[in-house]
């Protein structure tokens, strides 16, 4: 929807809209990719400069995150001619893209760099799994891992299924309605020829699934995959020069927490995330507020993990996240569609990069779905959204992405399309 | 002095830097719950930390505190990632309110220790028990002996206690 009348979008307070994400790519996603992560970041970003009609030698900043699975900045830059004017890597999964794509609007403002590449690799079913099996549970356990793993309390789903519980506890949340993020999820990844999983899911096959720890069963549980995402951001003066309609990053916050994050659940409510604390930062940020926001990209490590966000961003009252994700608000069609590429749950799992690459191509008008293609080169959507169709959402301007490290920790980010 | 020791066919360490662990394990080992109370502000902690959660003042003192609370949330593990846990399941993983400081420093805080859901010699808990445990349930804490200096804590029913006529559990 159109931007609220009252909303001074000439200033530069916050930084808004001076900055754009210009560039978007990435490689297949897989189950065994049969290369290195090096090979499949350089993919990747080689996908995004090209998505952006760049050369590499006009990337000169390089931001990416990873947990000890995949190659640093340096490789993939070498491996693509690149000379660096600022790089960094840094430790952290899901949501670091938001708070990667704040950092990288700070080192363009700081003059450090002009315009920056952030990537992320891995083979996260092939190598380093991100479901915690494999070479992470055979790792000694120490120091605070000795109030964790050595209780069998080690995966993400296990460690995040206390809040999911107590959530369903405190609100009456039902495991029907939070299944419904899956379904839906999976309708949009019918629409979407890269995704991993295409095949459209029902509740009842949610609830039916195999239980991994309650409340959680195999469905409600994103897929694990081998992938390379990056996303290119300069200034909006810039971006003027790139391929595509510039989309334009209204307002970030940036790995915001709740209190005692070293042990999150000792200060609760503990079916509160950080997102209770993160909308305070945002919307002011972004000179809007949920209501004004088309699209949304909630971080579906988790079926609950959509649910909660969405809650304590303010898209529904406290408590009522379950009939908000089940009431088709946030289907292709609805009021506002969450996660149209099937997300984490379906497309394929890269730490929170493939959302914002999804919504940028929403905001473009142009998202890679079965459309024909028309003389002019475009897309020509046809909003039909029955399986295997369309998945461009009519009229998008306002884009939020919420990103999920824990229930302890979130990112997110607005971005709206630029003229 | 650094313990090493197999625990559910997992490696635990201590090293000899990691003080505040160390302490806490040995008194785990002496079945003697102690916590760390700050110097200052007088607030217990849980984990072990290095300074005050809540002043953030350096200096605290090991306080015994009696290991009984209920239950504030827990998972039910039916897929175990760890091979020697998946003899158990499904197995309980328990956050546990302690009635010492429950609603302090705010109606938001307790102190929430995690513990599998075990029978009172530490081992973990068959099927039948893990029926009878959900959010609310009163619980007393047991230990699992590892190694010298390295007991687990645990949770198992606190048969002496009341307990609510319906804990709440997942719906079946």
């Known amino acids: ?419 | 002095m650094a313990v090493s020791a197999t625990y559910l066919g997992m490696p635990l360490e201590i090293n000899d830097l990691d003080l505040e662990n160390l302490a806490y394990f040995k008194y785990c080992a002496a079945h003697d719950f102690h916590l760390q109370r700050c110097d200052s502000c007088g607030l217990l902690r849980y984990p072990p930390t290095t300074g005050c959660p809540f002043c953030g003042h350096a200096k605290s003192t090991w306080t015994r505190v009696e290991g009984k609370g209920a239950v504030h949330s827990y998972s039910e593990v039916h897929h175990a990632i760890q091979p020697a846990f998946k003899q158990f399941t499904p197995y309980l993983i328990l956050l546990v309110d302690l009635d010492t400081q429950k609603g302090k420093p705010t109606e938001h805080h307790a102190l929430r220790v995690v513990g599998n859901l075990a029978m009172p010699d530490g081992k973990l808990a068959p099927l039948d028990m893990v029926k009878r445990v959900g959010i609310g349930s009163r619980m007393r804490m047991v230990f699992a002996d590892v190694a010298p200096g390295l007991s687990i804590p645990h949770w198992t029913i606190d048969e002496a206690a009341q307990q609510p006529a319906k804990p709440w559990r997942y719906p079946e």
Not at chain 1, 228 to 238: H, P, Q, V, Y
Not at chain 1, 341 to 365: A, F, I, K, P, W
């Open chain 1, 1 to 419: 929807m159109p931007l609220p009348a009252d909303v001074d979008t000439t200033s530069p307070k916050y930084l808004r809209d001076k900055y754009a994400i210009v560039g978007v790519g990435e490689t297949t996603y897989t189950r065994g990719s049969g290369i290195t992560t090096r090979a499949l970041g350089t993919w990747a970003v080689r996908n995004a400069i090209a998505d952006a009609g760049l050369k590499p030698s006009d990337i000169d900043g390089m931001l990416s995150y990873q947990s000890g699975d995949s190659t640093f900045g340096p490789f993939i830059a070498g491996d693509l001619g690149i000379r660096l004017n600022f790089y960094m890597d840094v430790f952290g999964g899901g949501s670091s893209t938001e708070a990667l794509c704040g950092m990288a609007i700070g080192l363009i403002e700081a003059g450090m760099c002009k315009t920056v590449v952030i990537f992320r690799a891995m083979n996260g079913f092939s190598q380093v799994r991100i479901g915690g099996t494999g070479a992470r549970a055979a790792a000694p356990v120490q120091g605070d891992m000795l109030h964790g793993r050595a209780y069998g309390w080690q995966s993400a789903g296990q460690m995040f299924s206390l809040s999911f519980m107590r959530h369903m506890h405190d609100y009456g949340t039902t495991p029907a309605q939070v299944a419904a993020v899956k379904a839906i999820h999976s309708e949009h990844a019918g629409n979407n020829p890269k995704a991993y999983y295409k095949e459209r899911v029902t509740v009842e096959d949610v609830l039916n699934s195999r239980m991994i720890c309650k409340p959680l069963h195999l469905l409600d549980c994103c897929v694990e995959t081998d992938n390379g995402t990056a996303i290119i951001i300069t200034s909006a003066d810039r971006a003027k020069d790139c391929k595509h309609t510039p989309v334009l990053i209204r307002g970030v916050v940036g790995r915001c927490n709740k209190p005692r994050m070293d042990m999150h659940y000792q200060c609760g409510p503990i079916s509160t995330v950080a997102g209770h604390y993160a909308k305070d930062i945002l919307w002011p940020n972004a000179g809007v507020g949920p209501e004004d926001v088309d699209i949304t990209g909630s971080y579906d490590a988790f079926t609950f993990t959509t649910m909660l966000q969405l809650e304590d961003y303010g898209f529904c009252k406290k408590g009522e996240g379950g009939y908000y994700v089940s009431d088709g608000t946030m289907r292709l069609g609805g009021r506002r569609p969450n996660n149209t590429s099937g997300g984490h749950l379906c497309e394929g799992y890269t730490h929170g990069v493939n959302m914002v690459v999804e919504n940028v191509r929403q905001l473009r008008h142009d998202v890679d779905d079965s459309c024909p293609i028309g003389p002019d080169g475009k897309r020509q959507h046809t909003y039909d959204y029955r399986p295997g169709g369309c998945r461009q959402v009519k009229n998008v301007e306002v884009s939020a992405n919420l990103g999920w490290a824990m229930p302890g920790t979130g990112s997110a980010m607005v971005m709206r399309r630029g003229a």
